[in-house]
Structure formats: C-alpha cells, structure tokens
T-cell receptor, first 111, second 118 residues
C-alpha cells in the first residue's frame, strides 16, 4: 500500500527561526514528490515538485530535498515569517499519476 | 496562470437538501478534474476523478449516487451532494490537470468549499 508519513505532526517556532519538516514514503513506482502549503480554510498551493533525478529544489525561503534511495524528503523553511503559519503537505505521485497525501505538518510561527 | 476557482466558498444547508459545488479552471483547459474531501486535521482524500464528457471514476467507499459529478466542459466540473446529512459536512476541494499535460502532470487546486449540513 502506498503511504506517505510526515513528521512532526505539528511544531511551533519563533519568527525568524528555521525549521525542517520530514516526509517518508513507500509509494512505488515513484514519479515525483511535491510539497504544498495549505492555509486554514484554503486549498493547497504548490511549493516544489521534484522528480527522481532531482535532490534539491528551492522556492524562495523554502528548500526541499529528496533522497529517492531512502525514500525521504524534507522541507526546510528559512527565516520563518508569521505568514508561514500553515499546514505543509507532502504528496507523492506514482507513475500512474495517483497521488498519495501525507497528513501534513502544522507549522505555527509566533512573534 | 493555472488558476482554479470554486463556488460557493461556503454553504450551509438543511439535512435532506442537495447542494451543488462548481469547480472551474479559469485560464486553462482541464483534461481531468479531481474531487477531494478533507475533514478537520486530516489530509485530502480523493473522492472521484472526472474526465470531460465521460462518467466519473469513484474511489472505493464513495457513493456515486450521493455524490453526483458532472464534467460538461474542459473548464467546468460540478459536484452535487444529494440528500445531504450532517456527516457530509466537510471541506470539499477540487483540482485540475492541464490538457496536454506536463511531465509532472501537476494538479492545480481550488480554494475549497466549506459545506455545513444542519
């Protein structure tokens, strides 16, 4: 069964600090891995998409890494801002384009 | 580009009534649209996949007669929750993929519709 597990479930950080979110997956055959940001009461917005051959990708203060051998990914948020408070969802696409969603990590940035 | 809208953003209805939710791709043609449901503090769960001009494919456990999906054009899909019950209260999100696609076959998500059934 294809699964995506994220950790931690939630975290609180102070404004300006960095944090790293983890994603482990068992999806096979693997096509790509995406990180989405979902604000409360809104739809997910894509941050990064990585294929098998890409092991890092940045989008502003967000940097995602992918280790396809160990089936792990991380999302690093640098110099966090209050607007970074949201749920971050790891989504893995299999070769048949079926998406497997992680449960998300809720990030709260405090002033 | 690649904007998906949903209407309404919020709806409150009485138990037993039907509710229609629209999903539109505003600046692109969508080969395929997806409907998801999300309960509080849980991730998105795929309900059904719809292709323009054909019947939707429902995930296991999703009642097709209760959740009617119509994909009449390449820019519009509708989800009708029939005879709604309080347990149908949830956040419904649609997504769409570009006609012609990309190597990622990326899905673009709408902003969601909050349904509350009293």
């Amino acid at each position: 069964k294809n699964q995506v597990e994220q950790s931690p479930q939630s975290l609180i950080i102070l404004e300006g600090k960095n944090c790293t979110l983890q994603c482990n997956y068992t999806v096979s055959p693997f096509s790509n891995l995406r990180w989405y940001k979902q604000d409360t009461g809104r739809g997910p917005v894509s941050l990064t998409i990585m294929t098998f051959s890409e092991n890092t990708k940045s989008n502003g203060r967000y940097t995602a890494t992918l280790d396809a051998d160990t089936k792990q990914s991380s999302l690093h948020i640098t110099a966090s801002q209050l607007s970074d408070s949201a749920s971050y969802i790891c989504v893995v696409s299999a070769s048949d384009y079926k998406l497997s969603f992680g449960a998300g990590t809720t990030v709260t940035v405090r002033a | 580009g690649a904007v998906v809208s949903q209407h309404p953003s919020r709806v409150i209805c009485k138990s037993g009534t039907s509710v229609k939710i629209e999903c539109r791709s505003l600046d692109f043609q969508a080969t395929t649209m997806f409907w998801y449901r999300q309960f509080p503090k849980q991730s998105l769960m795929l309900m059904a996949t719809s292709n323009e001009g054909s019947k939707a494919t429902y995930e296991q456990g999703v009642e097709k007669d209760k959740f009617l999906i119509n994909h009449a054009s390449l820019t519009l899909s509708t989800l009708t929750v029939t005879s709604a019950h309080p347990e149908d209260s949830s956040f419904y999100i649609c997504s769409a993929t570009l006609a012609g696609g990309s190597s990622y076959n990326e899905q673009f998500f709408g902003p969601g519709t909050r349904l509350t059934v009293l």
